[in-house]
């Protein structure tokens, strides 16, 4: 080959390589992300379109969105990127997300998630199997096993477990469906249902779907009711509609049931109906005070009707009505004190055995006290006030 051969080919090639790469900055010139790192980077042309790809410790911008990957795809028609392998999106500094790939589709300014997902927001943290975050809407809508994490101030945790979850970050509001299991760690409340809607600023949730409240130990007690509501700056809770509550001392039944957390205080309202081993009772309302979860007193108020047993295992045939009852307890769970005032209409009634008679007492007054031993057997019965009635005594002569 001649020398000026050689020296025309050369030039050619070079010429070549600065066009190709003067394309390949034109190119880039008008891509609409802003690449900061890539180990390599190929172009590749498919269907009269460049493809760029972005191979190991990818990082890139598009708009605000950062993104971060082992490797990434950029089209242009539509303008898309495909990442994969230890991929990290931060939406401006407002929501931060983990997978093991993800799709941006930036038109409609869509981040699609999948495998491994975790996205963190303030104090949320949230994992599922697959998620889409719409931007403008600023909504995360998780899929598969989904687990949302809120830290307290006190560093207590409350977690919601269910098949799918919506995060509305801007309103700081949740939504979650299908088998949803919920625990508060500061009260050690468990619950579940079928739909969950959580308000993280007010501090207010609520619970539908056959919803069911629980704490589990010694002192247990379960609430079920058609609406579950959580109060969480007043420390209250509110079940209403067929609310059912269950306890080691006693099972109720009301319209509605309020319940202070820090006051240790329950508010059954809407003729309310309780059953235990001792006593049944109704009223207009019951007040059921606790110290440790463990029951220490209780008021029925207004048209208060109980049927109670003399004696464990016996039938509860007295009977009691009167304005007000007041209950206090053993610490065993025991009534050891009940006081009833206004109004107050009795029947009594012993059985006899070796060391009692038989005999039944009908008696009305303003008060009556009956005092209950740690054996759960009546010891004393008191009228007071304005009392009349009258006693009947088994005749032993016949």
Known sequence: MSPLKGFLMKKMLICSFLVMMGLLFAQQQKTPYNLIHSDSLR???????????????????????????????MRQQP???????????????????????????????????SGNVEAYNDTLTLFANHATYWQQASRLHAVGDVLMKQVHSDSTQTTIECATMNYFRRDKRITGEGDVRFYNEEDHLHAQ????????EAGYGYMIKKPVLYTVGKDSIYIEAGKLEFFEQQRKLLASFNVLTRSTDYNTR??????????????????PEFYSEFADGIASEFHIYFKERKIIRAELIDSCYIEFTAEEGKPKDNRVSSDLIEFDFFDSGYIRLATATGNVDSYMQQDESKKKDFFVNKASGKEMIITVNEDNKIDMVVMKNKVSGNYKFKDKNN
């Open 79 to 113: 303008k898309t990127a495909f990442l994969q392998g230890n991929v990290y999106v931060n939406d401006n500094d407002t929501l931060q997300v983990y997978a093991d790939e993800a799709e941006y589709r930036r038109e409609v300014q869509q981040l699609i998630f």
């Open 193 to 200: 249902c079928g739909y969950v809607e959580y308000d993280i």
């Open 254 to 271: 009301s319209d509605f049931l309020i319940y202070m957390l820090d006051e240790e205080k329950a508010l059954f309202i809407g003729q």
């Open 43 to 73: 172009v590749v042309k498919e269907a009269g379109e460049f493809v760029t790809n972005l191979i190991g410790n990818v990082h890139f911008f598009y708009g605000d969105t950062e993104f971060k990957a082992d490797f990434a795809r």
